[in-house]
């Protein structure tokens, strides 16, 4: 069984602060991807990643793959009231079977 | 454009009875995905299906869930009996042939009880 596990599981924290969540597998994916989920919705895509080591920038937001391509992290710099949500990771495995992992909720405190 | 239409939206049941949960894909999407996604255990993924034809079904719980796509732009999940374990958000999501976003819809509520 793949599993995606992520650090941690809760964050709050204060307006302005960096902070960094990540993901972690046993196993090799062929892109992995960062969702943020806001409460009532479904899951929406911030990034993806496909190439070992590679970097990914989204604005206030950057974005990691393993150089081994089994794990990521996502590193958001002056943190915002907006950018409170959960966070997921999504590793791609086989033709399109994408497997979620555990979340990071994040509150961040005005 | 329309994204992906789930319905109902929140559905509270008694123990037992039959919950049918409806999607339909954006249009042009050739792959849709049911998760179920609980604070427990997060978002699942239970079944996906290709051009209507379900392809990995191994993470469908047991044999009170099932799941059809009769045409591409419709799809059930059916649990028959529920079970108050059964409580969760239920989300379909759809993603292109040349893309990799997994499109989510809004989620169907369900609260057995």
């Known amino acids: 069984t793949q599993l995606l596990e992520q650090s941690p599981q809760f964050l709050s924290i204060q307006e302005g602060e960096n902070l960094t969540v990540y993901c972690n597998s046993s196993?090799?994916?062929?892109?992995l991807q960062w969702y943020r989920q806001e409460p009532g919705e479904g899951p929406v895509l911030l990034v993806t990643?496909?190439?070992?080591?590679e970097v990914k920038k989204l604005k206030r937001l950057t974005f990691q793959f393993g150089d081994a391509r089994k794990d990521s992290s996502l590193h958001i710099t002056a943190a915002q009231p907006g950018d409170t949500g959960l966070y997921l990771c999504?590793?791609?495995?086989?033709?399109?079977?994408?497997?979620f992992g555990t979340g990071t909720r994040l509150k961040v405190l005005a | 454009d329309a994204g992906v239409i789930q319905s109902p939206r929140h559905e509270v049941t008694e123990m037992g009875q039959e919950v049918t949960l409806r999607c339909k894909p954006i249009?042009?999407?050739?792959?849709l995905f049911w998760y179920r996604q609980t604070m427990m255990r997060g978002l699942e993924l239970l079944i996906y299906?290709?051009?209507?034809?379900?392809?990995?079904d191994s993470g469908m719980p047991e044999d009170r869930f099932s799941a059809k796509m009769p045409n591409a732009s419709f799809s059930t999940l059916k649990i028959q009996p529920s079970e108050p374990r059964d409580s969760a958000v239920y989300f379909c999501?759809?993603?292109?042939?040349?893309?990799?976003?997994?499109?989510f819809g809004e989620g169907s509520w369900l609260t057995v009880v």
């Open positions: 196993s090799v994916f062929s892109s």
């Open positions: 299906f290709n051009n209507n034809v379900p392809i990995d």
């Open positions: 999501a759809s993603v292109p042939t040349e893309g990799n976003t997994i499109y």
């Open positions: 990643v496909v190439t070992g080591g």
């Open positions: 249009s042009g999407h050739d792959y």
């Open positions: 999504a590793g791609r495995s086989g033709t399109y079977k994408y497997i």
